[in-house]
């Protein structure tokens, strides 16, 4: 009797490890891909493969120069268009 209670829980509790062994296992295979892929693409880029417009791009991509400078010309856009708007000019 016990048997019949316990033994679906315990299928449940195995199922869940089983799924979280394999979540772990496919994070790992995800991280181990990209440090290849990067590794792969250095490899490149030091043998002169990859162009040098990829690396600038790749430098540049915590830039906040470019958006700080769409917010300056915007706000102001945005003032005159609103002001248009409301027939406050």
């Known amino acids: 009797m016990l048997n019949m209670l316990l033994g679906p829980v315990a299928n449940i509790v195995g199922d869940t490890i089983k799924g979280f062994v394999e979540t772990k ?17 250095k490899e490149q880029q030091i043998a002169g493969k ?3 417009e990829a690396s600038a791009v ?6 906040w120069k470019d958006e700080f400078v769409l917010l300056a010309l915007m706000i102001p856009a945005i003032c005159v268009a609103s002001c248009l ?5």
């Open 58 to 63: 790749d430098q540049m991509k915590g830039s």
């Open 85 to 89: 708007l409301c027939n406050r000019i």
């Open 50 to 52: 990859v162009a040098w």
């Open 25 to 41: 296992k496919a994070k790992a295979d995800l991280a181990l891909t990209e440090i290849k892929a990067q590794k792969s693409l």
